[in-house]
């Protein structure tokens, strides 16, 4: 069965600093890969996807991510954070069956 | 915009009872999901509809069932609820398969005592 593995439950950083948030799946067939966001209190939205094409993919407020299908992985990074992107993230992978899954999501704090 | 709502904020049901969970969709999409989300668990799939009268069980689909009777409208059953299915639970949409978004309701928090 497919399976979305996010590996840090919790990433604690400083404002302004780097972040990587980890994203790795099992899938031997092309897969279409997602990022969502929930922010306190409110629903999850699309953060980016990638679907095929260029390996990097970015969100309109600065996070990207990249596809790399050697390690079937879907990390997403942003170089400097900010208060406001403290969050739950979600990776998520559509299988060629249509199926979405989702991984644990990973809670990012953002420390003035 | 699309809007994915759900039926309730807070539902409070007792152990036994038959829950059901409404969700309505406004854009015309085709596929329908409903996940639970828990703590330290991320969204577990539960139940999704491709089309009306379509269902697929998800990960999760033990002690539920699902009902898509109209293209907009996809309701998770409760047979009989226990404890252990207190939970968030999220409807989402997306127009189809292959790529597109998932659009998601604002959940119904509900707990069984």
């Known amino acids: 069965a497919q399976s979305v593995t996010q590996l840090d439950s919790q990433v604690p950083v400083f404002e302004e600093a780097p972040v990587e948030l980890r994203c790795n799946y099992s899938s031997s067939v092309s897969v279409y890969l997602f990022w969502y966001v929930q922010y306190p209190n409110q629903g999850l939205q699309l953060l980016l996807k990638?679907?095929?094409?260029?390996?990097l993919v970015e969100s309109i407020n600065g996070f990207e991510a990249e596809f790399n299908k050697s390690q079937t992985s879907f990390h997403l990074r942003k170089p400097s954070v900010h208060i406001s992107d403290t969050a739950e993230y979600f990776c998520a992978v559509e299988s060629n069956t249509g199926k979405l899954i989702f991984g644990q999501g990973t809670t990012l704090q953002v420390k003035p | 915009d699309v809007k994915v709502t759900q039926s309730s904020r807070y539902l409070v049901k007792r152990t036994g009872e038959k829950v059901f969970l409404e969700c309505v969709q406004d854009m015309d999409h085709e596929n329908m999901f409903w996940y639970r989300q828990d703590p330290g668990l991320g969204l577990r799939l539960i139940y999704f509809s491709y089309d009306v009268k379509m269902k697929e069980k998800g990960d999760i689909p033990e002690g539920y069932s699902v009902s898509r009777e109209k293209k907009e409208r996809f309701s998770l059953i409760l047979e009989s609820a226990s404890t252990n299915q207190t939970s968030m639970y999220l409807c989402?949409?997306?127009?189809?398969?292959?790529?597109?978004?998932?659009?998601f309701g604002n959940g119904t928090r509900l707990t069984v005592t």
């Open positions: 990638y679907l095929s094409g260029s390996t």
């Open positions: 989402a949409s997306r127009v189809a398969a292959g790529g597109s978004p998932l659009h």
